[in-house]
């Protein structure tokens, strides 16, 4: 049909793929007013994308979570001057110099961050006709059950599990992972068996993100135009380690030995420098 392509291969590029992104955002805010400036939003949002072809005959695709779905977030700022020291409610006609200046410009401020955690396909490692994964089968449970599973559990052997141990063990059974026998009547992840049929396309979303940074900060004047101004920060101030879920290289999670443990925690030490953990950070400024 080609002959001069050499072997080459033919091939077709579509516009039949798409993408959408509906979102509900709101917002307050409060103007700074007796030394209290206060800022929180919400936004609710779905991101949906099409997926793989499954079959020769139906080459519209299925309509899939994008990998940035993140269902609802809520972020909040803050800042606060403390009411004491020239011009507040406290301390504020201090008559000695030294106290005076000890007393004057303390501030604390923060931005608070909770958000939903983002989709990754449940996968079971078994191509079909296109070398897509051909999904995986429900047992006695839904998505949305499954879903509901999903939590962080700290076990005394220093591994985090995401779903319940009883689940993890009986979907392992199923896959043929370890040696045991399916509980069929127990709730289970079991690959797609029946000739000609696809499994489910299962999205598990990952546990929910929240980090607290903190500051505390002082200006001294020492004229009109100088100051000094110190600043301590802590970012992550609770120290709360955000775990999520761990995919592969394509972002889909394949059912292994390792399936529902969490080996990794949020950090982003390539442009931001945040390890995840708490991170104490002193300033000293002088401004003129």
Request: glycine share 8%; hydrophobic share 35%; charged share 15%.
């Amino acid at each position: 049909m080609n002959p001069a392509t050499g072997g080459s291969s033919a091939n077709l590029t579509t516009n039949q793929g798409g993408s959408t992104y509906n979102s509900l955002q709101t917002e307050v805010r409060r103007r700074f007013s007796k030394g209290l400036l206060m800022g929180a939003s919400y936004t609710w949002s779905h991101s949906l994308t099409t997926g793989q072809v499954l079959t020769l005959r139906n080459r519209d695709g299925i309509t899939v979570p994008s990998a940035f779905d993140q269902r609802q977030g809520v972020k909040v700022n803050w800042v606060y001057e403390l009411p004491w020291g020239p011009g507040h409610h406290f301390l504020s006609s201090v008559a000695n110099p030294v106290l005076r200046k000890a007393v004057e410009g303390w501030q604390i401020s923060g931005i608070g961050r909770l958000q939903s955690g983002t989709p990754s396909q449940l996968n079971s490692g078994r191509a079909t006709y296109n070398a897509n994964d051909a999904g995986v089968v429900l047992h006695n449970l839904t998505t949305s059950q499954l879903q509901g599973m999903m939590s962080i559990q700290k076990m005394d052997n220093r591994i985090v599990l995401d779903l319940p141990q009883s689940l993890i063990n009986n979907t392992l059974a199923a896959f043929q992972l370890i040696p045991q026998a399916v509980d069929p009547n127990a709730p289970h992840i079991g690959p797609a068996l029946t000739p000609g049929q696809f499994g489910n396309q299962v999205f598990l979303y990952g546990p929910w993100l929240q980090k607290w940074d903190v500051s505390l900060s002082k200006r001294t004047k020492i004229n009109e135009r100088q100051s000094i101004e110190f600043r301590a920060q802590a970012l992550n101030v609770l120290n709360h380690p955000n775990f999520f879920l761990v995919p592969n290289s394509s972002g889909n999670i394949t059912i292994n030995s390792l399936f529902g443990q969490t080996r990794n925690a949020y950090n982003d030490i390539n442009s931001t420098n945040d390890p995840g953990s708490r991170l104490l950070e002193f300033q000293l400024r002088y401004s003129f």
